[in-house]
């Protein structure tokens, strides 16, 4: 991996890493950020795949765009269900149990055993996590758990986008999945009664670097370095997430991690960390699926 490789995909990280503070920092309610973040990161990928891949996306039909929008539901209900968790519990839980997200997408491909004792320690990691909250505040348990079915959410979507992206390129695939997905969290926000409007000129300068930072920024960088380094390697270097979150969360947010989540985040990155190795020396056909790597978080 040269350099300018490797410096894309520490970029793309470093910026995906910085959602959930721009989430904190909006203080708007958490359908309302998730509808904003895809909208506003929504419309210039839609654009790009109306003029650059209109032929490809014609040639789909009603069949061709059925798993797209199942997989753009999937999404929506990944980032409502992980924004709204940041408001019970730490970015450090949320990040840390969200990014169990290549775990799940590994168990539809009968995982070899590395791959699943690397499961049972990040499992065992979260159990300390959640323990830890509720220790603190059993409310705090609300948010682990829709951080986790973010991840849950977030694997389908993955899952689906395998078998999709063998037939259709990264622009014409979240052009259109993206935009599906802030559509579904609009109305689920209209149905909720959260706001679309009436927010500040802050919270709209948050909502604006939350659509174009990590959006399109960081996931664009990680579809890219996909282009040059195995799905594997991303996911792995997707595990810098959480820490660097963690460490920003401290001075901006003033979330410092007690040595229980600490340690309950370690374990679990250790866990996806011996998964994704294990991944990354398994045939071609059977691997992570590239689509996989690039929303293997949160954010």
Same mark, same amino acid.
């Given at each position: 991996?040269?350099?300018?490789? &490797?410096?894309?995909?520490?970029?793309?990280?470093?910026? @995906?890493?910085?959602?959930?503070?721009?989430?904190?920092?909006?203080?708007?309610?958490?359908?309302?950020?998730?509808?904003?973040?895809?909208?506003?990161?929504?419309?210039?990928?839609?654009?790009?795949?109306? %003029?650059?891949?209109?032929?490809?996306?014609?040639?789909?039909?009603?069949?061709?765009? /059925?798993?797209?929008?199942?997989?753009?539901?999937?999404?929506?209900?990944?980032?409502?269900?992980?924004?709204?968790?940041?408001?019970?519990?730490?970015?450090?839980?949320?990040?840390?149990? +969200?990014?169990?997200?290549?775990?799940?997408?590994?168990? +539809?491909?009968? =995982?070899?055993?590395?791959? +699943?004792?690397?499961?049972?320690?990040?499992? /065992?990691?979260?159990?300390?996590?959640?323990?830890?909250?509720?220790?603190?505040?059993?409310?705090?348990?609300?948010?682990d758990a829709?951080?986790?079915?973010? /991840?849950?959410?977030?694997?389908t979507y993955?899952?689906?986008?395998?078998?999709?992206?063998?037939?259709?390129?990264?622009? =014409?695939?979240?052009?259109?999945?993206?935009?599906?997905?802030? +559509?579904?969290?609009?109305?689920?926000?209209? %149905?909720?009664?959260?706001?679309?409007?009436?927010?500040?000129?802050?919270?709209?300068?948050?909502?604006?670097?939350?659509?174009?930072? =990590?959006?399109? @920024?960081?996931?664009?960088?990680?579809?890219?370095?996909?282009?040059?380094?195995?799905?594997?390697?991303?996911?792995?270097?997707?595990?810098?997430? =959480?820490?660097?979150?963690?460490?920003?969360?401290?001075?901006?947010?003033?979330?410092?991690?007690? &040595?229980?989540?600490?340690?309950? &985040?370690?374990?679990?990155?250790?866990?996806?960390? @011996?998964? /994704?190795?294990?991944?990354?020396?398994?045939?071609?056909?059977?691997?992570?699926p590239a689509? &996989?790597?690039?929303?293997?978080?949160?954010?």
């Amino acid at each position: 991996m040269n350099l300018r490789v &490797a410096s894309g995909l520490l970029l793309g990280v470093l910026a @995906i890493s910085w959602a959930a503070i721009f989430i904190r920092l909006a203080k708007a309610p958490a359908l309302t950020t998730a509808a904003w973040r895809l909208v506003l990161a929504s419309v210039p990928l839609l654009c790009w795949a109306l %003029v650059k891949h209109r032929r490809e996306l014609a040639a789909l039909g009603a069949r061709g765009f /059925a798993p797209l929008v199942l997989s753009g539901v999937a999404l929506a209900v990944h980032f409502g269900t992980w924004v709204s968790s940041l408001d019970y519990t730490s970015v450090a839980s949320s990040v840390a149990i +969200v990014t169990t997200t290549p775990i799940w997408v590994s168990l +539809v491909e009968r =995982p070899p055993k590395r791959t +699943v004792i690397g499961m049972v320690i990040a499992m /065992a990691g979260t159990i300390v996590i959640a323990g830890t909250d509720f220790a603190v505040d059993p409310r705090a348990l609300l948010g682990d758990a829709l951080a986790l079915v973010g /991840a849950w959410c977030a694997a389908t979507y993955l899952g689906i986008g395998k078998q999709v992206r063998a037939r259709l390129g990264v622009g =014409p695939y979240v052009g259109v999945v993206y935009p599906v997905a802030g +559509v579904c969290l609009v109305l689920a926000a209209l %149905v909720a009664g959260a706001p679309l409007g009436g927010l500040s000129s802050a919270q709209w300068g948050w909502l604006v670097l939350l659509a174009f930072v =990590p959006q399109l @920024i960081g996931h664009s960088l990680l579809n890219w370095s996909l282009e040059h380094v195995s799905a594997a390697l991303v996911a792995i270097a997707i595990l810098g997430e =959480p820490i660097f979150s963690t460490l920003l969360a401290i001075p901006i947010l003033g979330e410092v991690p007690d &040595a229980s989540r600490v340690a309950g &985040a370690a374990v679990v990155l250790a866990g996806v960390g @011996i998964a /994704a190795w294990s991944e990354a020396n398994r045939p071609k056909e059977t691997s992570v699926p590239a689509a &996989a790597a690039h929303d293997a978080h949160g954010v």
